[in-house]
Every structure is written in structure tokens, then in C-alpha cells.
């Protein structure tokens, strides 16, 4: 084994190594030795990597990653917990420590729950039994999000314990089915949510008031998606293993690794093109929005289209705003990223570009996926009241439960869509458009919760969602979603405010 890492990482490794995750903090390889025994290797960038200095200082009080983790394991192992045995412990020239592990050969979590409901279930409570042996081991994992699990033979595996620590804390249990149970809300129904809880419960009993025990797991699993999803959208802008660097004479900015620069610069010459001739063209797409200072439109590049977004930043104030909030298109590119983490449809992004002009964004350039394919939900189309309106609440629930602000969340930056790789039974899903108008505040109060379902009320005509199809999706919401003030006040003040608005909704069915 020892003479195979050698050669993996003198560069000579067997051609069945892979490198299976390669980023700022730590690079992940799969290492063949000479047996045909596959091993994992984890090389963790505590010299090598961007945060030198913090992970140095981790290392001299042993919270480091390779030590957390190297830690753990040993601990763990002992007890027949459900993880990886450790092979070997060290040091690379770089500095950068070095862990081998057992290489489990397996299935993502996600994977293998994509089986029929009774396999399903079963996976479920195998999941729930693991959990709770491994809580009754005494430790917690830190990180117990879907991606680090793993399936053998029909059992869960538990990986990645860089954060995993000693404590028998109720609270420390619950943030780890907190995080379990969010970061699996958007595949799993609540009823499979629920019986996961109730497997891990069956095993290890927390102590007291088993409803009081499971608010603190909803809490929890709460408070990490706002987290992560701030996490996701903070670090989207920093240009790492997600993103690349653009830039030209005059722009700059970030794309995905699939969109090469050369595609980029066209695609975005197209656009200009369009623009210039005031409408589509043959060649190169169409014109969908044209305003003072913002222009969309719908470019072709050979089969393949794309929508470019450009806002045109004018005057000093707006400058200055921009250089607090960042652009337009850095706000859109950061919120799709924080929105995919919640499983939140929306345009996937592949590149933001800004032209700077002075100390301000001149042109702010956001190139995102082209959803056209469904219908808006302000506009009529194939999906009845009841369609549109369930899907319109799950995304409003999704949102709010996460945390998420959405400044202008009127019907007419919603679109309606119906996955091609769905059966036709599934329903539909709203996905959420102006993505610059998105933000994560570390709260949401009840007054920007309250604004939202009037912006969305208002917006939808009377004939497209009846009065009654309205009130259903109005009690669902605060049934979930529940406000300090009663169901029939926060009621009250949505049909007024919705009146107000002038928009499309008269309330003539409300009477008054």
C-alpha cells in the first residue's frame, strides 16, 4: 500500500487511481496498489492550500482537519461505528498532512435512495439505525449532510469526520439530524423525513419530551439551511474549484468550467449584436426585454441557448450602492448558487461579467439558463388553479422556512416548469427569476414574509387562481409558517394590501 501512494504521488500511480475530489482545502484520490487493493487517500492542504496560517494555528492546538478526523477513527472503530478503517498517518514534504483510509467501494446516499418505495424505506431505516449507533458511540459527525454518506450492500456508511467530535449533548445530536434532514428535504418527502427521525429515535431515545426532542431537530434543520445557503452564495464569488476567472479589455468577472472563454466572448458579442439591431435576429436570438436600463435577451450559440441579462448602472448613488451590494450580476450569480444548495429552482448560472467605469459598474452582464420552455405563473397555460397554486407555495414555503428574501416576488418572475425527466404525474415546479432581487438575511421577519404573499397575490389575475384555490394555499402557508399575530388578522391585511397595489388582482370575490 505504502509503495502505491508513493508512486500516486510521485505522479507514476497505476492508471486504475482517480482523483475523485480535488479543491482548495484538500484533494481526495482512489489508490490502486499492486495487490489490486484499492485505497483512498486524503491529502489535506494545511501548506499548500489558501488558508495557511488558519489551518497552521489549528494544527498547534490539534483541531486540524487530518487531526480531527485521524481522531476520530481510531476512536470510532473500536466500537464498530459505521466508518472507513485507517491505514496510515503522515506528512508530505509540502507539509500537508496525509490519511489512508479503507476505500469503501459504494453508492451516494442520493443514488440509492432513488429506488422503489419499499427499498426506499427500509434504506431509511437502516440510515436511522446507523445514525443512532453511531451517537451512542458517543460522537458526533459535524457535517452529517447527504454527500457523506454512503451505501454498501444495502448499509449506511458514515465518511468525511473532519468535524466529528466526543459529546453525548442532545443539542449536538439534533444539529446533526438537523443537517441530515435538511440537506435531504429537497429529495425526500416529509413522511420519509419523519421516519428517518423516528428510526434514529426508536434506537437512541433523546431525553425528555420527545416532541420538544423533535422541535429541536426542525429548529436545527432550519438554522443549517440558512447557513449553508449564505455559505453557498458568499463563496460562489471567490473564483475556486466551482468557478473560473474571465476577463478582457473591458470585462471581468467569473464562469462555469463548461463555459470556455471563447464561447463566453461570443456569446456575449451575440448579445451586443442584438441589441444593436433593436431586436432578434436570424443568427443570432431574440430580444425579450428592453428597457432603460435593462435589456434580455435569448442568444443562440449553434444548438444551445442562453439568456443574457444586462442592467446598465446609472448615476452616482447607484454607484454607490453597487460598490456596497456588488452588481447586478454578481448578486444574480450568487443567489442561484445559494438557491441550488436549498434545491430551489432558478436559471443555472454560467458566467457574471461587469464593466467598471470609474469607481462604478458601467455594464453588469448575467448569462443564465434559458427557461422558456415553461409557462410564467402570471400567464395562462396548461396547469389548473390547484397546480399553480401548490407549486407556487412550495417554492414560497421553501424560501421562507430557509430564510430567503425575495424583494420583488410578483408572479411575473416566477416561471412554471415540468422536468423533462420527470414522469408526468410529478408536479410541477415553480422556479424563481431576477435573481439580483434575492437575499439571505441572518433573519427574515414576519413583515418581509407579510410583503411577499401580497407582492404574490397581487400579482396573480382573479380568473387564473379563484378566491377559494387562494384561501387553501393562504391556510397551508401559515399552518407551516405560522406569524405572532392571528391567521385571520395576517389574512386581513393580505387582501388590503393586495387591493392597494392596483395589480392584477381586483378581490372582487372577497366582497368589501
Known amino acids: 500500500m505504502r509503495k502505491a501512494v508513493d508512486d500516486w ?55 486540524a482537519q487530518a487531526d480531527r478526523e485521524h481522531r476520530a477513527l481510531r476512536a470510532l472503530r473500536g466500537t464498530g461505528a459505521p466508518v472507513p478503517a485507517l491505514a496510515a498517518r503522515g506528512v ?69 469526520l473532519q468535524r466529528a467530535r466526543p459529546s453525548t449533548e442532545f443539542r449536538d445530536r439534533a444539529r446533526d439530524l438537523g443537517i441530515l434532514d435538511s440537506s435531504l428535504e429537497p429529495t425526500l418527502s416529509t413522511a420519509d423525513r419523519t421516519r428517518l427521525l423516528d428510526a434514529t429515535f426508536a434506537r437512541l431515545a433523546p431525553p425528555g419530551d420527545e416532541e420538544a426532542a423533535r422541535a429541536a431537530v426542525r429548529e436545527a434543520s432550519r438554522a443549517w439551511t440558512c447557513r449553508h445557503s449564505r455559505s453557498r452564495a458568499r463563496r460562489s464569488l471567490r473564483g475556486d474549484d466551482s468557478a473560473s476567472p474571465f476577463e478582457t479589455d473591458s470585462l471581468r468577472g467569473l464562469r462555469v468550467p463548461g463555459m470556455s472563454d471563447e464561447k463566453l466572448v461570443e456569446l456575449l458579442r451575440a448579445h451586443d449584436r442584438i441589441l444593436l439591431a433593436g431586436g432578434g435576429t436570424e443568427s443570432d436570438g431574440d430580444l425579450l426585454d428592453d428597457g432603460e436600463e435593462r435589456f434580455v435577451t435569448r442568444v443562440r450559440v449553434g444548438e444551445e441557448r442562453y439568456v ?82 401548490r407549486s407556487l407555495l412550495r417554492l414560497l414555503v421553501r424560501l421562507h422556512e430557509s430564510g430567503v428574501h425575495h424583494r420583488d416576488l410578483k408572479a411575473g418572475n416566477i416561471r412554471i416548469l415540468r422536468p423533462d425527466d420527470l414522469p408526468a404525474a410529478a408536479p410541477p415546479r415553480a422556479a424563481l427569476l431576477d435573481l439580483e432581487d434575492v437575499r439571505f438575511p441572518r433573519s427574515l421577519g414576519e413583515e418581509h414574509r407579510l410583503r411577499a404573499l401580497v407582492q404574490l397575490n397581487a400579482s396573480l389575475a382573479d380568473d387564473l387562481v379563484p378566491a377559494d384555490a387562494r384561501r387553501r394555499a393562504f391556510d397551508d402557508y401559515v399552518t ?4 405572532e399575530q392571528s391567521r385571520e388578522g395576517v389574512l386581513a391585511r393580505v387582501v388590503s394590501e393586495s387591493r392597494a397595489r392596483r395589480h392584477r388582482w381586483s378581490g372582487s370575490e372577497c366582497g368589501g
Open 92 to 160: 508530505l514534504k509540502s507539509g500537508d498532512p496525509i490519511l489512508v483510509l479503507e476505500f469503501i467501494a459504494s453508492t451516494p446516499l442520493i443514488e440509492a435512495l432513488d429506488t422503489p418505495r419499499a427499498a426506499r424505506r427500509r434504506l431509511l431505516r437502516a440510515l436511522g439505525r446507523r445514525v443512532a449507533e453511531f451517537h451512542a458511540a458517543g460522537w458526533v459527525h459535524g457535517d452529517l449532510h447527504f454527500g457523506n454518506i454512503v451505501v454498501r450492500d444495502g448499509e449506511p456508511w458514515l465518511i468525511d
Open 308 to 389: 443574457v441579462k444586462e442592467v446598465r448602472c446609472q448615476g452616482p448613488l447607484r454607484a454607490t450602492w453597487e460598490r456596497l451590494s456588488g452588481s447586478a450580476a454578481q448578486r444574480a450569480w450568487a443567489a442561484a448558487h445559494g438557491l441550488a444548495a436549498l434545491g430551489v429552482a432558478c436559471p443555472a448560472p454560467f458566467a457574471y461579467a461587469d464593466e467598471r467605469r470609474g469607481r462604478g459598474t458601467g455594464r453588469s452582464l448575467f448569462v443564465m439558463e434559458d427557461l422558456s420552455a415553461g409557462v410564467g405563473a402570471d400567464e395562462p397555460g396548461p396547469l389548473s388553479a390547484e397546480e399553480r397554486t
Open 480 to 483: 407551516r409558517l405560522p406569524f
Open 9 to 63: 504521488l510521485a505522479g507514476a500511480g497505476d492508471a486504475g487511481c482517480e482523483v475523485l475530489a480535488d479543491d482548495t482545502r484538500r484533494l481526495v484520490a482512489r489508490v490502486v496498489d499492486a495487490g489490486g487493493s484499492p485505497w483512498l487517500v486524503k491529502q489535506f492542504r494545511v501548506a499548500s492550500g489558501r488558508h495557511r496560517l488558519r489551518e497552521r494555528l489549528r494544527g498547534w492546538v490539534g483541531q
